[in-house]
């Protein structure tokens, strides 16, 4: 562990400022990814510019009837709620199904979204990896990857994005408010702040360079959507998904007015189901239609040697996800007796 | 002599774990909680090749980092003596026998500085090719003289391939369970002190013994056992990987003796995983051959598994089938293969575990292919006497465990399997079995003027309450009330005694115990008047009577039931009730062995669900390196589980008529959740453990 320097920061300039003045520092929120990290020399920032005492800890009710959610707020504060539970189950659900109590406690909305990958090559500097070290090489694509990515991989890199949080935000079409010294706020839709790999491994976000996460912004449930979170593991608790799907719901006349699927444990980014979503709408939700809508999405999959049951898994989530929501959601056709 | 004739026994009831308020306040102290005045700390650097040679250490960028005392490197290391573990031969010399071999120790006056150093030590290495990965059919596998526990890697009775051949029924399977890692909650950690003055060593060691500690640091540092104190006073966990002194203790030891300072030394999490040993995977084959009621004929269990170059440990699975069932015509057989891994070592009831998973699996493949309950197939295979040995068991109640474990299982109500919506819901039953091994100790007691008593003993309390047990044993031999001994343990300065390990301790230990306290009772009902300020003492040494060879097999048993709820949409496999029913002599603390028995259980638990290292073929090492990655168990994956026990009255095993109880939990628990899964979805799965991957492909991956 390269020893380093500690600032602490009590407002955006001043944090912003310390970051132009500090070459090769890092924010630090909750902290519970980037100390293990530093410990194990994969990051080795100069000086830590800490942000937990920025004023950003607070959940709002928006007038248009969205929320925002300002960075430094807990996971566990985050997911417990009452508007998260009630306007967004999914989000909720999403966040309880990550780490640990203990984690959830510590981790920020902000740092959820910047952790790096749990790929074992990327956290042992004794290994090649483009993430860590662009140029070096992927170890995982001929290692051990059955946790890796099937979808949008490159060459250079098989990494997965370990988020639950960031997989229920890309679904519920949320926005990422952003904040740097020079340029001020600009937002980013939730789906696309995390990048696919291509030549660049080694950059997880569209995040520029001392650039801060200040709030996550919901906007208001569309009527009558229902959603969920779905996480498949080995474990029951304390273990990133093998797969994971957010779904949100929204039936009219037993059609589909809005669905939004987002798959985690899959993607070097949380994988939105564009082409599922756009065969699904308008259409009666039946089985058939969902699972020829998913498949469609997973054809793009490109599994390796030893993940291929990521895509069989992530169908199966997707298809009892929608399922799922098709029997809560206002709207839909009375339940036929099972055959 | 002030002795109650009608205090209750204290041995039986269910004492609580006399330490247990130091532990949960933080007044406990561990290895690494021990910081001598001018203490420094090591940080050791692993070798970053799976085989070759060290080249080259520069450690100049290192030695320039602030407040770093030195790095010790093969180059420049302290010579050490002769070493009966070739893992404890540290820094002797240039070769690097697999990934994470440590190459270099950073020294420095904080903890942060000896991390920082080491992060620079610029290490070159000649790389030789490597094999790390263990096949069934390895060109290199060979057939040792020994297994782990001094078994025969080879037993045969009788023609098992002619009477395979004559079986009119035949299970042929293969069973594969994958390396597995210890991690005990406390990483292995030392506090060395060299008194050179004294020309006196202290070591404060994470161990499951401080006895071999000191054996084998004065051995390398070649002194006398006199000169080394070993302490291993509270310790957080060891399951066999802190049974012998492992490398931790000894680099703080040199490095001690080198700089003349204090030094601690604690283990990263990272580092476990290829320094301290692991359960090597292990390949099975078992043939059984039964007649149509069930009667086995003939059983081969075969076992391949690896060691590493540096030290030859067999896992010795095959070992329980010698035990279990009554077979005219048996085969029993290991093969090891060398390869470029850290070498395996002990790991909760080593042999048993593996071996009872493929076993106790293939008894149920043939109670299925027959058409026979489980729980009757095995009555019906009930032994006389060992199949391998001939000798009569000094006690053996597996069928009253088995029978038992149903009544309360409520194993006839569940033998059809069910579907909740996605979820298939399935039930299992398998046997275990744990040998009574004993080990030589000695002990000393002591009646004070004021009342008290008190017990020294060399053992150590690895979290399993032998403190308290062992007072309780001393309580009912000096016929007093539990409160009024106390019991020193876990210091080279008592009485010799005998590692924690081979769920021996309380046997071994309390054997010592009891002698000195019946001695020290004999002794103050001679003493007439006041005793003397000093008090008086008696001691016991069971050299004689543990180390002869019982004319019985002595053996615990057990029954496992389990329940597990099989998800058809995620392939997630969860236990929704499991129960144990042991049969395991005398059961000295009901509290305390419940414990065990239960952690026992929730390790096999993870055996057969989530626990599994990954041996990277490329690197030579395990993928899995922190607890986020290496599943043991969480809260949440832990279901009901009742562990039970019958009352059994063994008169040839020591004087409290125990049979030890730490790892037969273990045993047994991961074939009763596999077999459990069978029941519910039909698919017999054959490699542990049983995870998503494994189970969406065998269900046929979409629901």
Redesign the interface.
């Known amino acids: ?3 380093f320097a500690y600032v602490r920061a009590t407002s955006l300039q001043e944090a912003a400022a310390a970051y132009a003045s500090h070459p090769g520092s890092r924010y630090i929120g909750g902290g519970t990814n980037l100390v293990d990290l530093m ?3 994969v990051e080795t920032p100069d000086t830590l510019i800490d942000l937990t005492r920025l004023p950003l800890h607070d959940i709002r009710e928006l007038p248009t009837g969205g929320l925002r959610v300002e960075a430094g707020v807990s996971n566990t504060d985050l997911a417990v709620h009452p508007l998260v539970r009630t306007r967004y189950p999914a989000l909720s659900q999403a966040l309880l199904a990550g780490a ?1 109590g203990q984690l959830r406690n510590v981790a920020t909305t902000g740092g959820n979204l910047l952790q790096r990958t ?1 790929c ?1 090559y990327f ?2 500097v ?2 090649p990896c483009n993430k860590r070290e662009p140029g070096t090489g992927c ?1 995982a694509r ?3 990857h ?1 946790d890796h990515a099937v979808l949008g991989h490159s060459e250079h890199c098989i990494a997965t994005h370990p988020s639950d949080m960031a997989v229920a935000l890309a679904a519920l079409d949320a926005e990422i408010e952003l904040y740097d010294g020079e340029h001020g706020t600009r937002r980013v839709a939730a789906a696309g702040f995390h990048r696919l790999p291509g030549e660049h491994p080694e950059r997880d976000t569209v995040l520029r360079p001392g650039e801060i996460v200040t709030a996550v912004l919901l906007p208001p449930p569309a009527p009558g959507a229902v959603s969920l979170y ?1 996480k ?9 998904a ?1 797969a994971s799907v957010a779904a949100v719901l929204a039936l009219h006349d037993g059609r589909v007015r809005h669905v939004a699927l987002a798959f985690g444990g899959l993607a070097h980014r949380p994988w939105r189901a564009t082409t599922a979503e756009e065969r699904l709408t308008g259409a009666v939700p039946t089985d058939e239609a969902v699972r020829e809508a998913v498949d469609a999405e997973l054809a793009a999959a490109r599994p390796l040697p ?2 291929a ?1 990521k895509v ?2 992530a ?3 997707a ?2 996800a929608v399922a799922t929501l098709v029997r809560s959601a206002p709207g839909a056709p009375p339940a036929r007796p099972q055959p | 002599m002030p002795t109650t004739p009608d205090t209750p026994s204290a041995l039986g009831s269910p004492a609580r774990r006399s330490e247990g308020r130091e532990k949960v306040t933080g007044a406990a102290r561990y290895a690494a909680e021990h910081t001598p005045p001018g203490c420094a700390y090591a940080w050791p650097v692993p070798a970053t090749i799976a085989r070759g040679r060290v080249t080259s250490v520069d450690t100049a960028p290192a030695t320039a980092v602030p407040g770093v005392i030195g790095v010790l490197t093969p180059y420049d290391a302290p010579r050490l003596g002769a070493a009966d573990d070739p893992t404890l031969r540290l820094l002797q010399d240039l070769s690097v026998p697999h990934r994470g071999w440590y190459v270099a120790l950073a020294v420095a006056d904080t903890l942060e500085g000896a991390r920082a150093a080491a992060a620079t030590v610029r290490v070159t290495y000649e790389t030789d090719p490597h094999d790390v990965i263990l096949s069934v059919d390895h060109q290199r596998a060979y057939t040792p003289e020994e297994a782990n526990g001094g078994h025969p890697a080879h037993r045969e009775q009788g023609d098992p391939d002619a009477a395979l051949a004559a079986a009119p029924v035949r299970i042929d399977c293969a069973y594969a369970v994958a390396p597995l890692h210890n991690h005990p909650m406390e990483p292995h950690s030392a506090t060395a002190d060299w008194d050179e003055e004294r020309h006196h060593l202290t070591v404060h060691d994470s161990s499951q013994g401080a006895g071999p500690v000191r054996t084998a640091l004065a051995a390398l540092l070649k002194l006398t056992d006199e000169d080394v104190t070993v302490v291993s006073e509270h310790v957080g966990g060891g399951f066999g990987c802190k049974g012998t002194p492992r490398p931790h203790v000894v680099l703080a030891a040199m490095a001690s003796r080198r700089y003349g300072r204090p030094v601690k030394l604690a283990l990263p999490r990272n580092h476990l995983p290829a320094t301290v040993g692991h359960r090597a995977p292990t390949l099975h084959r078992i043939r059984l051959g039964a007649r149509t009621d069930g009667t086995l004929t003939a059983l081969t269990h075969e076992v391949t598994t690896h060691t590493s170059r540096v030290r030859e440990f067999v896992e010795q699975a095959a070992v329980p089938a010698r035990v279990m069932y009554a077979v005219p015509d048996m085969r029993t057989i290991h093969r090891a293969v060398a390869l470029d891994v850290p070498t395996p070592s002990w790991m909760r009831a080593p042999g048993e575990a593996p071996g009872m998973y493929a076993l106790e699996s293939a008894m149920d493949e043939l109670a299925e292919t027959l058409g026979i309950d489980p729980i009757e197939l095995r009555v019906r295979n009930e032994p006389r006497t060992e199949p391998d040995s001939g000798l009569p068991f000094s006690s053996r109640h597996l069928v009253e465990c088995l029978r038992e474990g149903a009544e309360r299982f409520g194993w006839a109500d569940c033998r059809e399997p069910r579907r909740q919506g996605p979820h298939l819901i399935g039930s299992g039953v398998a046997a275990a079995t744990y040998p009574v091994l004993v080990a030589p100790s000695t002990a000393r007691a002591h009646a004070l003027p004021d009342g008290g008593y008190l017990v020294e003993i060399n053992a150590t309390d690895i979290g399993t309450g032998a403190r308290t047990v062992l007072a309780q044993v001393a309580a009912d031999a000096l016929r007093v009330p539990l409160d009024r001994v106390s019991v020193a343990i876990g210091h080279t300065g008592l009485p010799a005694a005998s590692l924690a390990g081979g769920s021996s301790g309380t046997g071994s230990w309390g054997w010592a115990v009891h002698d000195a306290c019946t001695a020290l009772t004999a002794r103050l009902e001679r003493h007439h008047g006041p005793l003397p300020t000093v008090g008086l003492s008696a001691s016991a040494d069971t050299t004689q009577s543990a180390k002869q060879k019982s004319p019985y097999s002595r053996h615990a048993f057990g029954a496992h039931f389990a329940e597990v709820r099989v998800d058809t949409i995620t392939g997630e496999v969860r236990a929704r009730r499991m129960l144990g029913v042991f049969a395991a002599g005398r059961i000295l603390n009901p509290l305390t062995a419940r414990s065990q028995f239960k952690g026992g259980m929730v390790m096999g638990l993870g055996m057969a669900l989530t626990e599994h290292s990954t041996m990277d073929a490329e690197f030579g090492d395990f993928a899995e390196s922190d607890l986020a990655a290496y599943h043991v168990p969480a809260h949440a994956d832990v279901p009901t589980i009742e562990a039970h026990w019958i009352d059994e009255h063994d008169k040839h095993l020591n004087p409290m008529g125990s049979k030890g109880i730490g790892e037969i939990g273990i045993v047994g628990t991961a074939a009763a959740i596999g077999n459990a899964f069978c029941h519910a979805t039909g698919h017999r799965l054959r490699e542990l453990p049983l995870t998503p991957d494994r189970v969406l492909t065998a269900l046929g991956g979409a629901g």
């Not at chain 1, 498949?232 to 990133?240: C, E, K, M």
Request: no cysteine.
């Open positions: 562990m390269k020893p410990k194990h020399d640990s749990r074992p956290q042992d004794s290994k170890a001929d290692g051990v059955r779905r498949a593991r080995d474990r029951a608790s304390y273990a990133f093998l030893d993940n049951f069989a898994l169908r199966n989530l298809r009892d």
